[in-house]
Structure formats: structure tokens, C-alpha cells
């Protein structure tokens, strides 16, 4: 059987709950038919390079499939039917990625990174430039008692 990754995207007004619906749905399209899901990720709401269907956001979802053509195509028509996913792609594989996909990588390295640039240069101190946290180009006050 072929490998495959199949990714849609949801309407950003659906909650989580109906978005999980949907991988559940595509899930058993594919198992019907005598394939496998390999693996759900769900990537969650993100913005979208442009506007789509009137959506600046849209609630990503990768589903790791292994099946024959029939089932993806199968997948592919009931995917275009329905009127709560607005985009979606499948793409044929020559083999799945262990662990992680690039995406969840992706935003687990930026957490990491988030919390390491809080701490600051010296760890903690997030202290602040004086002459932005002042206003900008306001004299100081012992500036204005001089004159």
C-alpha cells in the first residue's frame, strides 16, 4: 500500500470539539476502506498567509495515512463536500517521518526559545531601555529643573 499525508484546514469559527470531528470522519473514511491512519496531528489555529473563504485563520489538521489510491480519493471527494474545511491537500510519500512532524517541532522550539529570551542577558532582568520606558525624546525631570 502507498503512504500518504493528507493536511485540511477547518473554518476558524469551528471549536475544537467539531475540528477533531472532522480527523475522526477522514479517520474512518480511510479505515473503511482498508487503510490505516498512521498518525493525527492536530496543529491548531493558525493565521493564514491570505484571506480564504473569508477566514484570516484556520484550524490545521495532518493526518498520516496508508492505503490505496481509491481510499484518497474516496477521502479526497467527501473532504471537497464539506463545507467546514476550507482547503485541503494529500500528497503521496515515500515514507512517514518518525516523531514529530516539521510543524510541531517548529513550535516546540520557538516555546523553548520564548522562554529563554523572558529571562534576559543576565537571566531575569528584563529590565528595559530608560530612554523608551521615559517616552522618547520627553527631557527628564532633572533636565527640565535645570533649565
Do not use: C
Not at 472532522?22 to 496531528?41: D, H, P, Q, R
Amino acid at each position: 500500500m502507498a503512504l500518504y499525508e493528507h493536511v485540511f484546514l477547518a473554518r476558524q469559527d469551528l471549536a475544537q470539539a467539531q475540528v477533531d470531528a472532522l480527523a475522526e470522519t477522514a479517520s474512518n473514511i480511510v479505515t473503511e476502506g482498508g487503510g490505516k491512519v498512521v498518525k493525527t496531528e492536530n496543529w491548531g489555529l493558525r493565521s493564514l498567509a491570505y484571506r480564504v473563504a473569508r477566514n484570516r485563520k484556520a484550524h490545521y489538521v495532518l493526518l498520516e495515512i496508508d492505503g490505496p489510491a481509491p481510499i484518497i480519493a474516496e477521502l479526497e471527494r467527501q473532504t471537497s463536500i464539506n463545507e467546514d474545511v476550507i482547503r485541503f491537500m494529500t500528497v503521496r510519500v515515500d515514507a512517514h517521518e518518525a516523531g514529530p512532524s516539521a510543524m510541531m517541532r517548529r513550535g516546540e522550539r520557538r516555546d523553548r526559545e520564548g522562554r529563554d529570551r523572558d529571562r534576559g542577558e543576565r537571566g531575569g532582568d528584563r529590565g528595559g531601555d530608560r530612554d523608551r520606558d521615559r517616552g522618547g525624546d520627553r527631557p527628564r525631570r532633572d533636565d527640565r529643573d535645570a533649565a
